[in-house]
C-alpha cells in the first residue's frame, strides 16, 4: 500500500523566516494535495497539483510536485504566527479512486 | 456554499458503550468519506461512499463500526461497543466528482471522541 513520508515532522521558526516542508510517496502520485489543519479543528485545503512540475501559490505559500522524484515541497516565506498549525499532505493511490492517503503531518510553530 | 457539518463536536463514552455521529456533506458532493485521525497520526479512512453506495471500507473494523447513508446526502457513522483505542478525532469529508477523480476534498470540523 502506498505510503507518504513527510518531514520534518516538527519544526520551530522565528517570524519572518522561510521555510520548507516535504513530503515523499512510496509510490507514483495520482495528484498531491496540500492541507493545513489548526489543533481540533477539521483540515483546511491548499493546494493541489497534478502533473509533474507543476507549482502553486497561494499567498505566501508555494507547493511544487517533483513527478519523477514521487516528492513534493511546501514552501513558506517570511512566516508568520497565522501559519502556525499542522500542515499534511495527501494523494491519491490510483488514478480511478478519490479517497485520499495522508501523511503524518509536520507541526509547524512560528515563534514572533 | 455552507461547508461540511458535522455533529457532535465532542464526545466522552465509557468503553462498552456505543455513539453515532452525523455528517451533512457539501450540496451537491456525491460522494463522502470517513476518517479516523488518532492523535499525532495522519487521518485513515474508514469508508467511502459514492451516493448512498459503498465505494470502499476496507480498513472500518467492521465488528464495531458501521456506517450508512441511506438518501445520498447525510451519513453517520456508529461505534458499538467502543473500545479505548477508538479514542480519535473522526473527520467527514465531501468532494464532487464533476471533474472525476481530481477534485480536492471538503473537510468537516470532526467529532473529538474520547472513550474512557
Known amino acids: 500500500s502506498q505510503e507518504l513520508e513527510q518531514s520534518p515532522q516538527s519544526l520551530i521558526v522565528q517570524e519572518g523566516k522561510n521555510l520548507t516542508i516535504n513530503c515523499t510517496s512510496s509510490?507514483?502520485?495520482?495528484?498531491l494535495y496540500w492541507y493545513k489543519q489548526k489543533y481540533g479543528e477539521g483540515l483546511i485545503f491548499l493546494m493541489m497539483?497534478?502533473?509533474?512540475?507543476e507549482e502553486k501559490s497561494h499567498e505566501k505559500i508555494t507547493a511544487k510536485l517533483d513527478e519523477k522524484k514521487q516528492q513534493s515541497s511546501l514552501h513558506i516565506t517570511a512566516s508568520q504566527p497565522s501559519h502556525a498549525g499542522i500542515y499534511l499532505c495527501?494523494?491519491?493511490?490510483?488514478?480511478?479512486?478519490?479517497?485520499?492517503?495522508f501523511g503524518q503531518g509536520t507541526t509547524l510553530q512560528v515563534k514572533p | 456554499e455552507a461547508g461540511v457539518a458535522q455533529s457532535p463536536r465532542y464526545k466522552i463514552i465509557e468503553k462498552r458503550q456505543s455513539v453515532a455521529f452525523w455528517c451533512n456533506p457539501i450540496?451537491?458532493?456525491?460522494?463522502l468519506y470517513w476518517y479516523q485521525q488518532i492523535l499525532g497520526q495522519g487521518p485513515k479512512l474508514l469508508i467511502q461512499?459514492?451516493?448512498?453506495?459503498?465505494?470502499?471500507d476496507s480498513q472500518l473494523p467492521k465488528d464495531r463500526f458501521s456506517a450508512e447513508r441511506l438518501k445520498g446526502v447525510d451519513s453517520t457513522l456508529k461505534i458499538q461497543p467502543a473500545k479505548l483505542e477508538d479514542s480519535a478525532v473522526y473527520l467527514c469529508?465531501?468532494?464532487?466528482?464533476?471533474?472525476?477523480?481530481?477534485?480536492?476534498?471538503?473537510f468537516g470540523n470532526g467529532t473529538r471522541l474520547t472513550v474512557t
Open positions: 469529508a465531501s468532494s464532487s466528482t464533476g471533474g472525476g477523480y481530481n477534485s480536492p476534498l471538503h
Open positions: 509510490k507514483t502520485l495520482y495528484g
Open positions: 497539483l497534478q502533473k509533474g512540475g
Open positions: 495527501g494523494a491519491r493511490g490510483s488514478s480511478n479512486t478519490g479517497k485520499l492517503i
Open positions: 450540496s451537491g458532493h456525491a460522494t
Open positions: 461512499f459514492q451516493n448512498n453506495g459503498v465505494v470502499d
